[in-house]
């Protein structure tokens, strides 16, 4: 997980945000999701986060994954900040369904665009630590199964397995490059 940077609100969502609020709470439909609104919030939303989810840095859109538009504080307790700007987060499946209504205000979790994860978290063997006295980053593990095995941690292993054999295939090239040039066949 990275702190995430907020870009500007959309003037698509601020032309309608009261109007969605007051839908939303009249009628409990997803309201983030439609038209122009809704397609432009995933555009900047994804662009936010280079296409990953906001928690896990799992790949969005991609093999079959679907994006999701969390709300960090659940529109089922906080109605009126259903499409609050710094309130939507593009998640993965695995992170929304573990998060789900959670009451981040009374239950506090590591927010991206407020908090630095950094402040909370650490990775060690391809798995997510907790490094603070708060308990929020451990929660925020659990929460969000950060440490999934299937979801998270074995796709974070095989990339960093991709990265050592990559250096070691240079390493390689370098060994054989030097040794060609010690030889003075040039």
Avoid at 45 to 65: D, I, V
Wanted: aromatic content about 8%; overall charge negative; charged content about 30%.
């Amino acid at each position: 997980m990275i702190k995430l940077e907020l870009p500007p609100e959309p003037p698509e969502l601020t032309a309608q945000k009261d109007r969605l609020t007051a839908e939303y709470r009249e009628k409990k439909k997803p309201v983030w999701r439609e038209g122009a609104v809704g397609e432009t919030l995933k555009r900047v939303l994804c662009e936010m986060t280079h296409n990953k989810c906001a928690y896990s840095e799992a790949p969005l859109e991609t093999n079959g994954s679907v994006m999701h538009i969390e709300h960090f504080y659940p529109k089922s307790i906080y109605p009126e900040r259903v499409v609050e700007w710094g309130n939507l987060l593009p998640t993965c499946a695995t992170c929304n369904a573990g998060k789900g209504a959670l009451d981040v205000g009374k239950t506090p979790i590591v927010n991206p665009l407020r908090d630095d994860p950094k402040d909370f978290l650490y990775v060690e063997g391809f798995r997510y630590r907790a490094c603070d006295k708060e308990g929020v980053g451990q929660r925020t593990i659990d929460v969000l199964r950060l440490n999934d095995a299937t979801q998270f941690a074995a796709p974070r292993f095989l990339a960093a397995q991709y990265i050592v054999e990559a250096i070691e295939r240079v390493l390689r090239q370098a060994d054989a490059i030097a040794d060609y040039l010690l030889r003075g066949e040039v």
